[in-house]
Protein backbone atom coordinates (compact mmCIF):
# COMPACT_ATOMS: atom_id res chain seq x y z
CA UNK A 1 0.00 0.00 0.00
CA UNK A 2 0.82 4.08 -0.49
CA UNK A 3 1.16 5.94 2.37
CA UNK A 4 0.49 10.16 2.30
CA UNK A 5 1.70 11.33 5.35
CA UNK A 6 1.39 15.62 6.37
CA UNK A 7 2.91 17.45 8.91
CA UNK A 8 3.63 21.30 9.48
CA UNK A 9 -0.07 22.19 10.29
CA UNK A 10 -0.99 24.11 13.21
CA UNK A 11 -2.55 27.54 14.25
CA UNK A 12 -0.79 30.85 13.39
CA UNK A 13 -1.57 34.38 14.10
CA UNK A 14 -2.80 36.35 10.64
CA UNK A 15 0.55 37.27 8.65
CA UNK A 16 2.24 34.96 9.70
CA UNK A 17 3.96 31.60 7.74
CA UNK A 18 3.84 28.15 7.91
CA UNK A 19 5.55 25.06 5.62
CA UNK A 20 3.42 21.76 4.95
CA UNK A 21 5.47 18.75 3.86
CA UNK A 22 3.68 15.66 3.00
CA UNK A 23 5.78 12.36 2.56
CA UNK A 24 5.24 9.52 0.14
CA UNK A 25 6.42 5.85 1.31
CA UNK A 26 5.06 2.20 1.04
CA UNK A 27 4.95 0.67 -2.39
CA UNK A 28 4.95 3.79 -4.57
CA UNK A 29 7.10 2.76 -7.71
CA UNK A 30 6.79 6.46 -9.58
CA UNK A 31 5.31 9.33 -8.74
CA UNK A 32 3.56 11.42 -11.38
CA UNK A 33 1.92 14.67 -10.26
CA UNK A 34 1.35 16.06 -6.74
CA UNK A 35 -0.58 18.71 -5.19
CA UNK A 36 -2.31 20.22 -2.19
CA UNK A 37 -6.13 20.32 -1.50
CA UNK A 38 -8.21 22.46 1.25
CA UNK A 39 -11.60 21.74 2.63
CA UNK A 40 -12.62 24.56 4.96
CA UNK A 41 -15.58 23.75 7.52
CA UNK A 42 -18.99 23.59 5.57
CA UNK A 43 -17.53 23.46 1.91
CA UNK A 44 -16.30 21.16 -0.52
CA UNK A 45 -12.29 21.05 -1.46
CA UNK A 46 -10.74 22.75 -3.12
CA UNK A 47 -7.08 22.53 -5.15
CA UNK A 48 -4.83 24.91 -3.65
CA UNK A 49 -1.31 24.32 -5.66
CA UNK A 50 -0.08 21.57 -7.89
CA UNK A 51 3.28 20.39 -9.19
CA UNK A 52 3.47 17.95 -12.39
CA UNK A 53 6.75 15.78 -12.86
CA UNK A 54 8.12 18.48 -14.14
CA UNK A 55 8.01 21.01 -12.34
CA UNK A 56 5.15 23.06 -13.83
CA UNK A 57 2.88 24.56 -10.82
CA UNK A 58 -0.71 26.01 -10.98
CA UNK A 59 -2.51 27.74 -7.79
CA UNK A 60 -5.68 28.99 -6.70
CA UNK A 61 -6.57 32.30 -7.50
CA UNK A 62 -7.10 32.80 -3.85
CA UNK A 63 -3.20 31.96 -2.93
CA UNK A 64 -1.18 33.04 -6.12
CA UNK A 65 1.58 35.23 -4.69
CA UNK A 66 1.29 33.95 -1.22
CA UNK A 67 2.05 30.41 -1.04
CA UNK A 68 4.59 28.11 -2.95
CA UNK A 69 4.66 24.42 -4.05
CA UNK A 70 7.69 22.36 -4.19
CA UNK A 71 8.79 19.03 -4.81
CA UNK A 72 11.95 16.48 -3.70
CA UNK A 73 11.55 13.66 -5.85
CA UNK A 74 14.57 12.06 -4.06
CA UNK A 75 12.63 11.88 -0.94
CA UNK A 76 9.42 11.63 -2.23
CA UNK A 77 8.16 14.65 -0.27
CA UNK A 78 5.83 17.76 -1.48
CA UNK A 79 5.96 21.12 0.28
CA UNK A 80 3.79 24.27 0.61
CA UNK A 81 5.02 27.41 1.80
CA UNK A 82 2.60 29.51 2.95
CA UNK A 83 3.02 33.07 3.46
CA UNK A 84 0.98 35.94 4.76
CA UNK A 85 -1.66 33.92 5.87
CA UNK A 86 -5.26 35.03 6.57
CA UNK A 87 -8.56 33.97 8.33
CA UNK A 88 -9.25 32.31 4.86
CA UNK A 89 -6.83 29.76 4.89
CA UNK A 90 -8.47 27.82 8.05
CA UNK A 91 -8.65 24.42 7.21
CA UNK A 92 -7.75 21.01 6.74
CA UNK A 93 -4.87 20.57 4.28
CA UNK A 94 -4.92 17.14 1.92
CA UNK A 95 -1.81 16.26 0.46
CA UNK A 96 -2.81 14.13 -3.06
CA UNK A 97 -0.49 12.33 -5.48
CA UNK A 98 -0.80 10.22 -8.30
CA UNK A 99 1.71 7.26 -10.09
CA UNK A 100 2.66 3.74 -10.05
CA UNK A 101 2.59 0.68 -7.37
CA UNK A 102 5.30 -1.37 -8.01
CA UNK A 103 3.33 -4.21 -10.03
CA UNK A 104 1.75 -1.42 -12.22
CA UNK A 105 -1.19 0.16 -11.08
CA UNK A 106 -2.09 3.89 -11.55
CA UNK A 107 -3.81 4.95 -8.70
CA UNK A 108 -4.40 8.08 -6.99
CA UNK A 109 -3.45 8.82 -3.40
CA UNK A 110 -4.47 11.01 -0.39
CA UNK A 111 -3.06 11.98 3.24
CA UNK A 112 -5.38 12.37 6.10
CA UNK A 113 -5.18 15.85 6.51
CA UNK A 114 -3.02 18.25 8.59
CA UNK A 115 -4.88 21.00 10.27
CA UNK A 116 -4.06 25.13 9.54
CA UNK A 117 -5.70 27.89 11.44
CA UNK A 118 -5.48 31.55 11.37
CA UNK A 119 -7.61 32.94 13.81
CA UNK A 120 -9.16 36.72 13.29
Known amino acids: QVQLVESGGGLVQPGGSLRLSCVIS????????MGWYRQAPGKQPDLVAG???????NYADSVKGRFTISRDNAKNTVYLQMNSLKQDDTAVYYC??????????????WGQGTQVTVPS
Open 51 to 57: ITSGGST
Open 96 to 109: NADGWESYGDYAEY
Open 26 to 33: GSIFKIND
